[in-house]
């Protein structure tokens, strides 16, 4: 059942651009999370097989192009909120944040 679901999802306009690999791996997890379910018939576990394995396709795909977008722009961001912010600023800031923890009675 498995190499005839992994070429089914090769068709999948969710699984295109993944390896091989990734495919059988995200097949893998998906099989692994829904055998604990009760399932009636191989029909009725392919259904949820094949919607399972098209969800994290999908979320492999956001999460490869989430994962390289914050840590190109993170120091830009960074430099640009400092630069706004000023030397006083920051003393400011920090000076509240003590006041507040004297209100408040923690030291």
Do not use: F, W
């Not at 999802?9 to 604990?36: F, K, M, N, W």
């Not at 640009?80 to 400011?92: D, F, L, M, W």
């Amino acid at each position: 059942m498995q190499a005839h679901e992994i070429r089914a999802a090769r068709s999948y306009p969710e699984c295109r651009g993944l390896t091989s690999e990734q495919l059988e791996d995200i097949y893998q997890e998906t099989a692994v999370a829904l055998l604990s379910r009760p399932y009636l018939s191989e029909d009725h576990y392919a259904t949820p097989l094949r919607t399972g394995v098209k969800h994290r396709a999908l979320n492999l795909h956001r999460n490869e192009r989430r994962r390289g977008r914050p840590c190109a722009i993170a120091p830009g961001m960074y430099v640009t909120a400092q630069a706004q912010e000023g030397p006083g600023r920051a003393r400011a800031r920090a000076n509240v944040h003590q006041d507040r923890l004297v209100v408040l009675g923690v030291s």
